[in-house]
């Protein structure tokens, strides 16, 4: 079975300062695929990044960066001096090589104050 | 607009009463998902397509609850006398899986919300 735990549930942070987004997962499979979305309240899912269970080399893009580590089984997501835009939440999701579905995390709800 | 499309976006509806929910997907993408999201929770997968054929439905996905994709296009999940606990957002996503790669990220429609009193 797949499991995708996101500990936090709410984080707040002023304007210009980096955040973290925690995320760890459980899978027996040994390929697998990462993803990260973010959800504005509009409500739609807008897709961030895909990272594959045999790449574990880390990304920037822009002001966001992923850290992906098999060892800890965690794939964590870093905003660079966050913006008031950025608030949103954010989920973590798994796939295995052999399914199609996502199994999504619980999300974590992050304000970005002026 | 040539992303996922849903509708309708909201529905208020009375215990008992069936509801019809659309989508419409990226036009080529193959596969079709439906999720539900309640309120603190991320979604939870219900059901996917690839085009026409139904491949794998959720334990969530009681007997009251029917979707199809007739020509391999559109979408429609229809929930029948409805509950007060199938109260949530309802999501649509869309994906272009090809044989080399099974996982094409998805594209996620803006949900339709079901509130049922």
């Known amino acids: 079975a797949q499991k995708v735990t996101q500990a936090q549930t709410e984080i707040s942070v002023v304007e210009k300062e980096d955040v973290t987004l925690d995320c760890v997962y459980e899978?027996?499979?040994?390929?697998?695929?990462l993803f990260w979305y973010k959800q504005p309240p509009s409500g739609e899912l807008v897709f961030l990044i895909r990272?594959?269970?045999?790449?574990?080399q880390n990304e920037i893009s822009g002001r966001y960066s992923w850290n992906f580590q098999k060892s800890t089984s965690s794939f964590n997501f870093t905003i660079t001096a966050s913006q008031v835009v950025d608030s949103a939440v954010y989920f973590c999701?798994?796939?295995?090589?052999?399914?199609?579905?996502?199994?999504f995390g619980k999300g974590i709800t992050l304000s970005v104050r002026p | 607009d040539t992303g996922v499309s849903q509708d309708p976006r909201h529905k208020i509806t009375k215990r008992g009463q069936n509801v019809t929910f659309r989508c419409d997907p990226i036009?080529?993408?193959?596969?079709l998902y439906w999720y539900r999201q309640t309120l603190g929770q991320g979604p939870e997968f219900l059901t996917y397509?690839?085009?026409?054929?139904?491949?794998?439905k959720s334990r969530l996905l009681s007997d009251r609850f029917s979707a199809e994709r007739p020509k391999g296009s559109f979408s429609t999940l229809e929930i029948q006398r409805t509950e007060q606990g199938d109260s949530a957002m309802y999501l649509c996503?869309?994906?272009?899986?090809?044989?080399?790669?099974?996982?094409?990220?998805?594209?996620f429609g803006e949900g339709s919300r079901l509130t049922v009193l």
């Open positions: 990272r594959n269970s045999f790449d574990e």
């Open positions: 899978t027996r499979d040994t390929t697998y695929y």
């Open positions: 397509f690839q085009n026409e054929a139904q491949l794998e």
């Open positions: 036009s080529e993408h193959n596969r």
């Open positions: 996503a869309s994906s272009l899986a090809q044989s080399t790669d099974v996982a094409g990220e998805l594209f």
């Open positions: 999701a798994l796939r295995t090589g052999a399914n199609s579905k996502l199994t």
